[in-house]
């Protein structure tokens, strides 16, 4: 069985014959008992335009900048349309509230990523991807390891 887009509760574990891969924070699973990890926080604002605006999906920014990212959604599946969406990124703080996009390493965070992943929890549990282990991963490194845990984790 496979849920997505759902909070995991403790019943969850009960629907699951051969374990739980995790990918949400190991800290919100452990309700910050230690305290927050550190991630990235990002905005996004959405402009529409007419044309071709940056002639590719997606171009990253390491300047000076005050975005990180542009997203012309058009080049993802080359629709063709009169008008077409710029998503751009920006950094923003993070907080408990917010979404976590990014773990921010450091030797403090990964010391208490450590800790986390101490606590005593159900066995069945298993903490994966970018913010089960904390850790940042490539797109092509999380499908990857994915694949090799569905099939070390449950011999599929």
Known sequence: MVMTSKPFRPDDIKLASRGVIYTGPIDEFFDYRLEPLEYRGLKFTHDVFKGDVQGNAVINYAGSEPYTRKIE??????????????TTEYPDDWSTSKVQYYPIESDSNRLLYNQYNKLPRDSKIRFKGRLGEYRYYDMHTVVENALKDIDTEFGV
Not at 73 to 86: G, R, V
């Open 73 to 86: 959604h058009k080049h993802f599946d080359n629709i063709s349309s009169e008008y077409y969406i710029l």
